[in-house]
T-cell receptor, first 112, second 114 residues
């Protein structure tokens, strides 16, 4: 039972470097999400994809891009990383009927 | 838009004592409500949800929550906590028929002491 799988789990970048966080789900869900989690701020939505081929901005999209490659995969790209993007990133997919979100284990990103 | 307020950032409690974690929400439309739990270095998992029907919702691990529309609250309760309940708990809201906009509270860290 893989559920939602994120890679990498840890990454250290220098300011200005780029990287892509990968996410895949095997539950045949239509909607997928990227959140960031910072201490005392809960989870904030970066981008979401309601279905294959569509993406929309969330609360904090600046500095990020996303790609919904197919129904299973939803990637998050940082084109030019900044220290303010140091965070833990979570990918999630949503059950169509109940609205329940299923989360990956998170990717801890540090930008120096 | 919707918003969620978790009134307590940390709640210390002794093992076997009861606990209540408070959650209030704001919304101009009808909502669905959720509680998620996050154990250290893990992702979030669903504890319970309110979609419709009975306002008292039972979840996993002996937790329950009550939806109070007049007070716009969805407090989480457990009559007797265990050490293993030590975790961070998040309340979340989404608008009816618009699951794509989930709003999370800032979280409450439950610290169960022996």
């Amino acid at each position: 039972n893989a559920g939602v799988t994120q890679t990498p789990k840890f990454q250290v970048l220098k300011t200005g470097q780029s990287m892509t966080l990968q996410c895949a789900q095997d539950m045949n869900h239509n909607s997928m999400y990227w959140y960031r989690q910072d201490p005392g701020m809960g989870l904030r939505l970066i981008y979401y994809s309601a279905s294959e081929g569509t993406t929309d901005k969330g609360e904090v999209p600046n500095g990020y891009n996303v790609s919904r490659l197919n129904k299973r995969e939803f990637s998050l790209r940082l084109e030019s990383a900044a220290p303010s993007q140091t965070s833990v990133y979570f990918c999630a997919s949503r059950a169509d009927n109940t609205g329940e979100l299923f989360f990956g284990e998170g990717s801890r990103l540090t930008v120096l | 838009a919707q918003s969620v307020t978790q009134l307590d950032s940390q709640v210390p409690v002794f093992e076997e004592a009861p606990v209540e974690l408070r959650c209030n929400y704001s919304s101009s439309v009808s909502v669905y409500l959720f509680w998620y739990v996050q154990y250290p270095n893990q992702g979030l998992q669903l504890l319970l949800k309110y979609l419709s029907g009975s306002t008292l919702v039972k979840g996993i691990n002996g937790f329950e929550a009550e939806f109070n529309k007049s007070q716009t609250s969805f407090h989480l309760r457990k009559p007797s906590v265990h050490i293993s309940d030590t975790a961070e708990y998040f309340c979340a809201v989404s608008a009816l028929y618009n699951f794509n906009k989930f709003y999370f509270g800032s979280g409450t860290k439950l610290n169960v002491k022996p």
